[in-house]
Structures are given as structure tokens and as C-alpha cells.
């Protein structure tokens, strides 16, 4: 089992920035790749970025690219998020998800393990 905690969440305005931490614990050597998704009011969750645990290799949601960073401590076993001029529509609650084997990394059901969320509101 892989536990993920998330933090970091909470209150900006418009153009601000957030660092959202993901903190795994348990059987962390299966982790293949750790994943950032989203999940609007009213909206189904999306992707919006992930990286492997060992190379280190990112994808992005194509429309967040620019605005928005991933990346890991493996001494901390921790993944981050760092989200710079956030708009409104990024208002939602934010999960990571841990896979054990490659796959289709935007398609949830390949992430094994989730954490609780934690949520990101930007006031205009």
C-alpha cells in the first residue's frame, strides 16, 4: 500500500501563486510515476500533470503548460506542485495519485492509490 497525503491548499487571488505538496509514505520503491488531477464544482476530474518517481519525466496538460510545475524530492518522498498566475477556473480540489506500472498517465484509472485532496480557490 502507498498512502499520499496533500498540502498546500487554500485562499489566493487572481495572478498569485500556490506550491501544493504530496507527501507519500508506505511501499513508495512501487511507485512508477506520481500524477496531479483536479476536480472542479460540477465538473469531471482532470489531468493536470505528472512525474515518474525515478527518471523524473513530466507531462503536462496541454492547456496548463507554462502556468503550472511539477516536481519530486525522492529524499522527502514528496511531489509538488507549483501553480504561478492562477486564474479562477483553477478554483477546485486538487489530488495526486500514485501508479505502479505505465500506462495511459491523463486516464485516472490507471492511478492506483489517491490521496484525500486538498482545495485551491482563486478569488478575481
Known amino acids: 500500500q502507498v498512502q499520499l497525503v496533500e498540502s498546500g491548499g487554500g485562499l489566493v487571488q487572481a495572478g498569485g501563486s500556490l506550491r501544493l505538496s504530496c507527501a507519500a509514505s508506505g511501499r513508495t520503491f512501487s511507485i512508477y510515476d506520481i500524477g496531479w488531477f483536479r476536480q472542479a464544482p460540477g465538473k469531471e476530474r482532470e489531468f493536470v500533470a505528472t512525474?515518474?518517481?525515478?527518471?523524473?519525466?513530466?507531462y503536462y496538460a496541454d492547456s496548463l503548460q507554462g502556468r503550472f510545475t511539477i516536481s519530486r524530492d525522492n529524499a522527502k518522498n514528496t511531489v509538488y506542485l507549483q501553480m504561478n498566475s492562477l486564474k479562477p477556473e483553477d478554483t477546485a480540489n486538487y489530488y495526486c495519485a500514485a501508479r505502479v506500472a505505465s500506462g495511459a498517465y491523463r486516464t485516472e484509472s490507471f492511478y492506483r492509490y489517491w490521496g484525500q485532496g486538498t482545495q485551491v480557490t482563486v478569488s478575481s
Open positions: 512525474i515518474s518517481w525515478s527518471a523524473g519525466t513530466t
